[in-house]
């Protein structure tokens, strides 16, 4: 049968369309009576089991077939609770569409990610200024408050206790809320009623996972830099840059030093190395929001990134590269601009992870409907 609004295919006990989110209205059928689904019979025995006309055999009762036609969590930014019963399966709620301006997830550009996150900002501009202003002065007071003890205990920010002080704050205080501040432009993006205090959302029981996650993230970009690492040792093994050169401007005047040509060889071997640190970067940042928004664990949520963000890598990284230009171009801006940068950056990539999820949700009904139906 096709859906009523948007003509999709669907099977034949499709409680919702997976494409646009119409609730499917099933006329009323009698138990034993036969309803033809492609080549099979099947009698419909109960709200949540198929019966075989020929044979009486049970053929659908598994979890697998109550997601059929259901519209996923995923999807709840699109679809709102409906005050309809739901007559298809029992003990679950339909989701009716409600309208929506989102656009469709096939269409994953840059501009396209940019344009949700300007029209995000039109819906919530206050709240989002005064949270990412919280989360700023929280993280700098906590950490100009542990400078300050390091200080009165005779202690350096290089010392083993200051690195150990300093990691601590980052992993307790300053990820949490960098990834409260997500959660936050990810709510503006879904046009949901948005609030400052969404950036403590990791303190609501999930401040474990969110900085497991953070310190995963960092581990497997840092293993993604290796390569990096060992060509810049080889290049002061070698003698091509001296290894006394200690600070960047030491390092520049050695370069500078070069020839053109081993300049342009170092150069071209730097961006060679930096791209699977900045590939792995693009497919892990998702995590985060699973981490909050999905309340999964830091690996589980570094393996569902990935597999998420299969095929639009590129997209990912133009993001992420559009937007250290912003705050590159806001610093130029009064410096103030770089804050308004920063905002339009994170919610474009929280739009990204809003489009990507839609489209594995969409994927996934497909196959399990492949997987029942044949």
Not at 185 to 190: D, Q
Not at 343 to 363: C, D, G, N, P
Request: aromatic share 6%.
């Amino acid at each position: 049968m096709k859906c009523s609004r948007c003509g999709t295919e669907l099977p034949a006990i499709a409680g919702a369309c997976w494409s646009c989110g119409e609730v499917v209205a099933r006329p009323e059928v009698k138990v034993g009576a036969p309803v033809a689904d492609g080549d099979s019979t099947l009698a419909v025995a109960g709200p949540s089991a198929y019966t075989s006309a020929s044979s009486g055999e049970d053929v659908t009762s598994s979890a697998a077939n109550v997601d059929v036609g259901r519209v996923l969590p995923s999807n709840r930014d699109k679809f709102g609770p409906s005050d309809r019963p739901d007559s298809q399966l029992p003990g679950m709620r339909v989701l009716a569409p409600r309208p929506s301006d989102d656009l469709d997830p096939g269409t994953m550009t840059v501009g396209t990610m940019y344009l949700r996150a300007f029209r995000a900002i039109g819906r919530g501009f206050v709240v989002l200024v005064a949270g990412g202003l919280l989360a700023f002065a929280a993280d700098v007071a906590v950490t100009w408050t542990v400078s300050r003890v390091l200080t009165y205990l005779g202690q350096a920010d290089q010392s083993a206790a200051g690195t150990l002080a300093n990691g601590l704050t980052y992993f307790l205080v300053g990820a949490p809320l960098s990834v409260g501040w997500q959660y936050l432009c990810l709510r503006a993006v879904r046009g949901e009623a948005t609030s400052v205090a969404d950036v403590f959302v990791p303190y609501r029981g999930r401040l474990f996972d969110t900085a497991m996650a953070s310190l995963v993230q960092g581990l497997l970009i840092a293993l993604a830099s290796v390569p990096l690492m060992v060509a810049f040792a080889a290049v002061v093994l070698l003698g091509v840059v001296p290894a006394t050169v200690q600070t960047l401007p030491e390092f520049e005047g050695a370069i500078m030093a070069l020839p053109a040509g081993v300049q342009l060889g170092l150069i071209a071997g730097m961006l060679a190395g930096l791209l699977p640190p900045l590939v792995v970067a693009a497919r892990l940042s998702l995590v985060p929001y699973l981490v909050i928004d999905e309340r999964e664990g830091p690996l589980v949520a570094a393996a569902e990134s990935w597999t998420r963000t299969r095929g639009a890598a590129r997209m990912i990284i133009g993001v992420m590269l559009s937007g250290v230009l912003l705050s590159i171009l806001g610093v130029f801006a009064f410096v103030v601009g770089a804050g308004v940068g920063l905002m339009i950056y994170s919610l474009a990539h929280a739009a990204v992870f809003e489009t990507v999820t839609t489209r594995a949700a969409r994927a996934r009904i497909a196959q399990r409907t492949v997987d029942v139906y044949g």
